[in-house]
């Protein structure tokens, strides 16, 4: 019986074939809108989150309040506090300072990071060429240097400058530097690197390389560090964090050692791009609202047109829930039909805006499974009145109707 009552359905909306397209494309637009706006959403999360990883999200900073103690770490201190600190992939003194990088007859505003193997271990740092840091560049201070994308083209013409040679000028003392490796550009790196005239480039030395660089010495100014580590682990690692470090440096009890994570902002930032890509949707959704007006609109017409067709049923016998239910039908099929369009539609223009705007293509698909039963529940529930209508209707009164 129910699959009579589809065949009918299709049959009166294969009959209106014009006015059936013009039911469905508001459910077309609307759910196509909602579904692009969702997963370009969940995109930008994805993209976000992968750019504060690549600058440091997956972080926790350590540092000594200077207003409490004079003490500082020395690299025989930073090794043990690593060796001691389960889950996590390195740490890094967080030593960053500005200069000249001089090839040729040029210079170019440089700012170097002194670092260590952790940020490529945790997978902050991509290579494009060559290699990142290794313990060993650390341990006995080589002149090696790691250089952006952007850095690279810039002072060389070309990105695969790896065995060039480039000069360091630390305020007067000259470094002379070999390139061990290219990592690929995060945001700041492009950013830096596109100021106007006078671009800052980025690249990365072992820590120990940039105390004899810049004429420091490390047992008198390290006092922080970062520890890289997987996210998920990060509440393990807090855990402990404090007390590694306060048994080293013999810190225990005076409140001198400050450690903080980025995993809070990490949660803010998720929030607050979770809310804008849920008021876009809801604002999106309207559309659905007016596609299932539409239906309702239609339905009610085609129950006025049909008047005379429903009294003869009636008159042959046909019970009220069946007339409700074809048209139940009718409408269903029209809204669920149009979900189906509208989710086609929906993932080729997010997969297109999302390529064009350089953000993942992440789709969920319980979210497109949900919005196939919204597509039928809105023909369903739009489609209560005009099949009520229908199937109240006195059989000799629409007998009557012309």
Do not use: W
Request: glycine share 10%.
């Amino acid at each position: 019986m129910y699959i009579e009552y589809i065949k009918s359905a299709i049959s009166s909306i294969r009959n209106n074939k014009g006015r059936s397209f013009l039911t469905m494309l508001g459910i077309i637009i609307g759910i196509s809108a909602v579904l692009t706006v969702l997963i370009i959403g969940d995109g930008m999360k994805a993209t976000v989150n992968g750019e504060m990883d690549s600058i440091g999200a997956t972080t926790i900073s350590v540092s000594l309040d200077t207003t409490k103690t004079e003490k500082t770490f020395s690299k025989e201190e930073l090794d043990i506090i690593e060796s001691n600190i389960s889950d996590i992939m390195g740490i890094s003194p967080e030593l960053q300072f500005g200069g000249y990088f001089v090839a040729g007859q040029k210079e170019y505003d440089a700012f170097v990071t002194g670092s260590t193997p952790a940020p490529e271990l945790s997978g902050s740092v991509t290579m494009e060429h060559g290699r990142f840091l290794t313990k060993a560049d650390v341990d006995d201070g080589k002149g090696v240097i790691v250089l952006s994308q952007s850095a690279a083209n810039i002072i060389f013409g070309y990105e695969d400058a790896v065995g060039r040679t480039v000069t360091l000028d630390s305020y007067g003392e000259e470094t002379e530097l070999t390139v061990i490796g290219i990592r690929k550009d995060n945001s700041m790196d492009t950013a830096y690197a596109s100021y106007g005239d006078e671009p800052t480039l980025m690249a990365s030395i072992p820590y120990t390389t940039m105390a004899d660089a810049y004429g420091f010495s490390l047992d008198e100014f390290v006092d922080s560090f970062s520890i890289y580590l997987d996210s998920e682990d990060k509440d393990k690692v807090l855990a402990q964090t404090r007390a590694v470090v306060e048994n080293v440096t013999g810190l225990r009890g005076e409140n001198a050692v400050k450690v903080s994570s980025g995993y809070g902002f990490d949660q803010t930032t998720d929030t607050i791009l979770s809310i804008i890509t849920a008021v876009v949707a809801i604002i999106a959704a309207i559309s659905l609202l007016v596609g299932g007006i539409g239906v309702m609109n239609i339905m009610t017409v085609s129950v006025t047109e049909r008047t005379r067709e429903i009294g003869i049923r009636k008159s042959l016998g046909a019970r009220t829930s069946s007339i409700l239910t074809q048209f139940l039908a009718e409408a269903s099929i029209l809204t669920f039909t149009g979900g189906i369009i509208g989710i086609i539609l929906g993932l080729t223009l997010s997969y297109t805006i999302c390529t064009l705007i350089d953000f993942e293509f992440v789709v969920n698909p319980l979210l497109v499974a949900v919005v196939v039963v919204i597509s039928t529940s809105i023909g369903l529930f739009f489609g209560i009145y005009p099949a009520r209508r229908a199937a109240r209707l006195d059989p000799i009164e629409a007998l009557r109707t012309e």
